[in-house]
């Protein structure tokens, strides 16, 4: 890797292409860096990160239990559901009792949506299954429910399912309030601080910039729309790309905290996790 190439991974999916299209099209002045986007599910990066192999890389808040020692969080491009999250659902209508004893498709053990749902279930049974492939496990009968994440949370009822849980708005009522911590970015901390430096802001103004030309940026998202009509990527983006994204915030830290805190008492992550936040401008 040349010292001004940075490898930059992201998910294939609506709101990572709409974040980062401003650095993905040369919008903006990158100061000479170049940036290099690895595309690649969640679960596949929060295992690379593991590795330390990505400079920067969305990554499950979750598995950022396992790195915190090798990476730092952005304040820019966090994921977090405002009374919303990932949702479980079912061919038929389930009570939250009910899912206790199903067995339960999951998009991986490293995402926050696990994770979430062990805290709020406990102990199920699970398949892992790849994300996209989560609704027609369900629909197969191969699993008796799905945890879906992404454009599955606006496609379920074209589908003729359920929902039986929605984690955020789950977390909300668990902590008066709080958005559910999903995602976020992290930098690797050895690039150093002068390099670190110059690469933060620009987490921020990609995500400005998107903002600011919403039906350009969305064009270029609808490429990994999954068959979301426009109006519905257009809802699914603002979802996970807005105002919480642009800065966490007091109350984004605060969520991030506590959601990783919470696995720790309850067994679920090993140790303690000491959050390190890098700021964005």
């Known amino acids: 890797m040349s010292f001004n190439e940075i490898l930059l991974g992201h998910s294939p999916d609506a709101d990572d292409a709409f974040m980062f299209y401003a650095l993905a099209e040369n919008k903006i002045d990158t100061g000479g860096l170049v940036f290099r986007h690895i595309l690649q599910d969640i679960e596949t990066l929060n295992r690379r990160a593991a590795l330390g192999e990505l400079d920067i890389t969305a990554i499950s808040v979750h598995a950022y239990a396992y790195v915190h020692h090798r990476y730092a969080l952005l304040t820019a491009g966090g994921s977090l559901g405002v009374g919303y999250g990932p949702l479980v659902v079912a061919r038929e209508p389930l009570e939250l009792q009910d899912l206790k004893k199903k067995t339960i498709a999951i998009p991986g053990t490293m995402t926050s949506a696990y994770l979430a749902l062990r805290m709020c279930l406990g102990e199920f049974a699970y398949d892992v299954v790849p994300f996209d492939q989560i609704l027609p496990a369900v629909l197969s009968g191969r699993a008796d429910a799905g945890l879906i994440i992404h454009e599955g949370q606006l496609l379920y009822s074209r589908a003729g399912l359920h929902k039986a849980l929605d984690l955020g708005e789950w977390w909300s ?5 709080l958005p559910l911590p999903l995602g976020a970015n992290a930098i690797r901390k050895d690039l150093g601080d002068d390099l670190i430096s110059r690469i933060a802001p620009l987490m921020r103004k990609t995500i400005e910039y998107s903002l600011a030309h919403r039906p350009e940026a969305l064009r270029q998202a609808m490429q990994y729309a999954r068959d979301l009509p426009t109006d519905a990527a257009d809802r699914f983006v603002g979802m ?31 140790h303690p996790v000491e959050l390190e936040f890098v700021e964005c401008g």
């Open 240 to 270: 996970y790309v807005n105002e919480w994204t642009l800065h966490l915030g007091e109350a984004g830290k605060q969520s991030y905290r506590l959601f990783l805190q919470r696995g720790y008492e309850e067994g679920l992550i090993p």
């Open 173 to 177: 009522r668990e902590t008066g309030g």
